[in-house]
């Protein structure tokens, strides 16, 4: 198996700043992707931003400018760093990593954690 465990969440002032952090663990050979999804309450689950190795970040329009997805080291821990959050961006946010433990491809997904932006 492939863990993957968020951390970093919480309360966040509009306009402040917040690193969320996404480890995953499990004798990986390979991450072939990454990437943060959240879900508000009563709302799907949406794509906020992916990576893939030797590829070009993609965000969600809602967040470019202000979000930056980066990782791919050897601790195999990925960030979502959230610049100007607005209340809107409050949700539950998923990290999901497609990895190979060879010979066998996961796709994984943690247990999330809670961010709240509110003055």
């Known amino acids: 198996q492939v863990q993957v465990v968020e951390s970093g969440g919480g309360l966040v002032q509009p306009g402040g700043s917040l690193r969320l952090s996404c480890a995953a663990s499990?004798?990986?050979?390979?991450?072939?992707?990454m990437g943060w999804y959240r879900q508000a309450p009563g709302k799907e689950r949406e794509l906020v931003a992916t990576?893939?190795?030797?590829?070009?970040?993609n965000y969600a329009d809602s967040v470019k400018g202000r979000f930056t997805i980066s990782g791919y080291n050897s601790k195999n821990t990925f960030y979502l760093q959230m610049n100007s959050p607005k209340p809107e961006d409050t949700a539950v946010y998923y990290c999901?990593?497609?990895?190979?433990?060879?010979?066998?491809?996961?796709?994984?997904w943690g247990q999330g954690t809670q961010v709240t932006v509110s003055s």
């Open positions: 499990g004798s990986i050979s390979s991450i072939n992707a």
């Open positions: 990576l893939t190795s030797g590829g070009s970040p």
């Open positions: 999901n990593v497609q990895a190979t433990r060879w010979p066998m491809q996961y796709d994984s």
